[in-house]
């Protein structure tokens, strides 16, 4: 019989929900947007340009899965109650259910085409060949450094940078086995 989960250890229903929640190139935005200033729901979908109604739908999944936290109700225009939410980090410790991995680069390239100046980016494309020992020390060197920064505290006043980082095998110059393109 298996072990029971610890506390620590989400069951199965719960990553898959977990999964489900992050399935969705707002949320993901959302949650950015929330990452270092809580912003209400009518913020955040200003932000997005989006309809305040579908924007509350996806800020209740991120509530009920725990990825964003509502802090105390403020007072907004004309005496009206507001929520605001900030996300709890927790999307960076979830692992990435099926389809993860598209909903990351489309939310991505959503953000990016909002960049006035892309040519201000610090961007890099490098093609490497390595055995598995060097594919695994250049993935844990890199996972290091973005979770060293991830842990740091946000800098008051500091300038809001997005880091988004792709490690994958070139399938285009596979050896002997390559189909080319076209």
Known sequence: ?????????????????DARALASTLRIRILRLCLDEALTNREIADRLGKNPATVLHHVRTLVDRGFLVAEPVRRGARGSRE?????TGKSWRTPGGAGRTRV???????????????????????????DE??????????????????????????????????????VT????????AG
């Open 83 to 87: 929520v605001p939410y900030r996300a």
């Open 133 to 170: 020992a060097g594919y695994r020390e250049l993935s844990e060197r890199v996972q290091a450094v973005l979770e060293d920064f991830a842990a740091r505290p946000a800098t008051q006043g500091g300038t809001p940078y997005s880091v988004f980082y792709v490690l994958h095998e070139d």
């Open 1 to 17: 019989m298996p072990a029971e989960p610890t506390a620590a250890e989400p069951t199965a229903a719960e990553r898959d929900a």
């Open 104 to 130: 990351l680069v489309d939310a991505f390239l959503e953000e990016f085409a909002l960049v006035p100046d892309p040519d201000e980016a610090q961007m890099a494309r490098l093609g490497l060949r390595l």
């Open 173 to 180: 110059r596979r050896r002997g086995d390559a189909t080319p």
